[in-house]
């Protein structure tokens, strides 16, 4: 199989159809307090012209989402976010026609909750679409707009402190991004622009501290002319550091490099660290697959003038998450995913240095330097798990793992997937639940836990 055509086939596998299942069958046993929904994003195509040029982070946006209340899984459901042309191409289908080969890229990367409101966001300038508590669309949502045409966007994230959503929002052609600070009620309360010369970056996700916003230009920067991004080996790549407060952008000149996701990054006087995972160069983003991404440490010293890169683990893995409370805050744990996506193994440290997974869910110890590891089967395809708070825990200093880890798992055994919920303190104990879903749920992006008010 082409390296490219593997993303319309096996885990990747798009559905074609809404379902919607009540009552939902569990292994284990639901925390009793834990009430809301695990809420993940990603691309489904409806049509595809030609598999080898198909690019999977193009493909039309579907959500899934598990209701869990007073110790039950009420619901699960998957719904197309419907974007105009997502309509459009679902009311063909629907009277028999072909849909289109291509659709612009829709809000296909991440589902999140702020002002009341849920998020389906885009990449590169779409505008987020707000969704139903049952996932129905209700429609685009200006959320952190701005006159130049930007908007929350792929890795806006929420400081815990503030209750502020902040976004670095780029939009193609255009030679600058900007930060946008959202406040609770969905007010824009601050702009800043961040100069971009040359061709644009790959500006996917970015890092937040308590007093400033780092961002990254690498070398994979879009081209005008080809309308695609490409592995540019001229372009040299810079760290930047933006004071939240207000402020020029401090550039780091860096050795070429390409930024996965962001883990989370935190201040110690005029030190930044930001953890993340990297990979080396070149990088194709149509191919995934031919990135092998590892978990780096970068301290930014502000005084010094000086940028310091250290591997923390150079398995492959991707996807990291922390407790959403230590956001921006100095934090013990990050958690993080071994997937199909990248198809190499994982093997853990200890006692058993034989085993090696493909698909597992990895809990970092980065004060100890230490790696737990749950795996799951060759064929269970996981992807991003997200930390759900204890709700009768103690989050204070001490606690940061009081909590649960959630994650779509496929089943190959029943052909379906399986919501996974392990405990943050026994993570390499069984799982307090499997909630058995009705279908597949293809590998995708990201997605939240979000608790019901």
Not at 85 to 114: C, K, T, W, Y
Not at 334 to 354: C, I, L, N, R
Not at 366 to 383: I, K, P, S, W, Y
Request: glycine letters at 10%; proline letters at 9%; aromatic letters at 10%.
């Amino acid at each position: 199989m082409d390296r490219y055509d593997r993303y319309l086939h096996g885990p990747f596998a798009p559905v074609k159809e809404e379902v919607t299942a009540y009552d939902l069958p569990v292994t284990g046993r639901l925390p009793a307090d834990l009430n809301g929904r695990y809420l993940r994003l990603g691309p489904n195509p409806l049509g595809v012209e030609d598999p080898i040029t198909h690019f999977w982070a193009f493909g039309a946006g579907m959500v899934h989402g598990v209701r869990i209340r007073d110790g039950r899984a009420e619901w699960y459901r998957n719904r197309w976010v419907r974007s105009t042309e997502v309509s459009d191409a679902l009311d063909r289908i629907r009277h028999g026609l072909q849909p289109p080969a291509f659709l612009p890229p829709s809000p296909n990367i991440h589902v999140l909750r702020h002002a009341g409101r849920t998020l389906a966001l885009s990449e590169a300038g779409g505008l987020p679409h707000e969704l139903g508590y049952e996932l129905d669309t209700i429609g685009e949502c200006p959320m952190g707009a701005t006159p130049e045409g930007s908007s929350a966007n792929a890795h806006s994230k929420v400081d815990p402190r503030t209750g502020d959503l902040h976004s670095v929002a780029y939009v193609l052609g255009r030679p600058f991004a900007q930060h946008i600070v959202t406040d609770p009620a969905g007010t824009v309360t601050r702009v800043a622009y961040i100069p971009l010369p040359g061709d644009l970056p790959f500006l996917h996700d970015f890092a937040l501290s308590e007093n400033f916003v780092v961002v990254f230009d690498i070398p994979l920067t879009f081209s005008m002319d080809a309308m695609r991004f490409r592995w540019d080996p001229a372009h040299q790549a810079h760290v930047g550091v933006l004071p939240r407060a207000g402020g020029q952008v401090r550039w780091f000149p860096v050795d070429s490099f390409y930024v996965s996701h962001i883990l989370n990054a935190y201040d110690d006087g005029s030190t930044i660290t930001v953890d993340l995972i990297v990979a080396e160069g070149p990088v194709d983003v149509a191919d995934p697959g031919g990135i092998k991404p590892r978990l780096d440490r970068w301290t930014i010293d502000l005084r010094a003038g000086r940028l310091e890169q250290r591997c923390v683990d150079d398995r492959a893995q991707d996807f990291p998450r922390v407790n959403d409370a230590y956001a921006s805050r100095p934090h013990r744990y990050g958690y993080s995913a071994v997937t199909p996506v990248y198809g190499m193994q994982f093997t853990p440290e200890g006692p058993h240095p034989d085993d090696a997974f493909t698909n597992a869910l990895v809990k970092h110890d980065l004060v100890r330097g230490t790696t737990e590891v749950h795996g799951f089967a060759r064929d269970a395809a996981v992807g991003e798990a997200a930390f759900a708070a204890d709700p009768s825990g103690d989050q204070n200093e001490g606690a940061e793992d009081a909590g649960y880890l959630m994650a779509y798992v496929a089943d190959p055994e029943r052909g379906a997937s399986d919501l996974v919920i392990l405990s943050a303190q026994d993570f390499t104990g069984p799982p307090v639940a499997r909630v058995h879903l009705p279908v597949r749920v293809p590998l995708g992006f990201h997605g939240n836990w979000i608790p019901d008010a």
